[in-house]
């Protein structure tokens, strides 16, 4: 058996096509989608991260733009900025580059940010929100993962799905819409007693630990969905996921690649949130 490889990239240029008519439709009613990126610092990872959601923003016909702050920017400063887009009407979506620089407060900044902007869905409003599945937005990484799910028709309800990790970002937002979906979830971490015997129960495995080729194909269930949400850079400069996708794909029914996976998916539910956001105003 070799799996069957859910192309991210692909599936976010089609859902990028029908983003850019919704916006332009919007545009003619005077209300073209607009998301403002605040980055602090000068890390490289995020600033590839920025110039890659900008870039795909304007392509889809998105009013996109960035705000820097320099690595010393205080937490009251960049607070002033988020005040400040709140209150912009022809901005729709707000987004805080993470990290920030240490001194600045993360959670004040995710936090500042008013919950029907908040498109990166990280606001403790839109994250509670996930339980009674009444949220404005879901966090990005995880909507993309239901998008790929749907893509391949890949049955949820009453599946088995395992979840490793379990960070507010990819983690736990993603076991919840799992369950929303119909699926049964375990929620696996690094305290896991004997974390193979629970991976190779599950229909739909999805990864999210942060370790390089961390699951091996004696973890994973013969005809398995396996989701690599993981991008780690080796040693050699190459890109890894947290699947040792050569080994796996022989295992697995379907599995993402990594780079060209989740990574292209995560920045196409960027656009659908900041396009929702843009609709709600267009309909107020």
Not at 63 to 71: K, N, Q, T, V, Y
Not at 96 to 104: F, R, S
Request: with cysteine.
């Amino acid at each position: 058996m070799t799996a069957k490889i859910i192309d991210g990239t692909a599936l976010a240029q089609r859902l990028r096509a029908q983003f850019h008519a919704q916006a332009e439709a919007l545009a003619a009613r005077g209300h073209r989608p607009g998301l403002t990126v605040i980055i602090a610092g000068d890390n490289p990872a995020s600033r590839v991260y920025v110039r890659n959601k900008v870039k795909a923003c304007n392509e889809a016909g998105f009013d996109s733009r960035h705000i820097e702050f320099p690595a010393e920017v205080s937490t009251e400063t960049l607070l002033a900025e988020v005040a400040r887009l709140n209150a912009d009407p022809a901005v729709h979506g707000i987004l805080v580059q993470l990290p920030l620089p240490a001194q600045v407060d993360s959670g004040r900044a995710t936090a500042a940010i008013v919950p029907h902007k908040d498109v990166d869905g990280f606001h403790v409003a839109n994250l509670g929100g996930l339980v009674n599945g009444k949220a404005d937005f879901a966090p990005c990484t995880p909507a993309g993962v239901m998008e790929m799910l749907a893509s391949e028709s890949i049955a949820i309800e009453g599946r088995h799905a395992v979840v490793i990790g379990r960070s507010n970002i990819v983690g736990k937002p993603m076991a919840l819409l799992l369950l929303q979906a119909g699926a049964t979830v375990t929620i696996c971490h690094s305290k896991t007693v004997d974390l193979p015997a629970i991976t190779r129960q599950a229909d739909i495995l999805v990864a999210a630990v942060g370790k390089p080729k961390f699951v091996t194909a004696n973890m994973v269930k013969p005809g398995a969905c396996v989701i690599d949400v993981g991008i780690n850079r080796l040693e050699t400069g190459k890109l890894a996921g947290d699947v040792d996708f050569e080994a796996v794909k022989e295992v697995a029914g379907w599995i993402t690649p990594v780079p060209g996976g989740v990574g292209p998916m995560t920045i196409a539910m960027l656009l659908a949130n900041t396009l929702k956001a843009a609709g709600r105003t267009a309909q107020s």
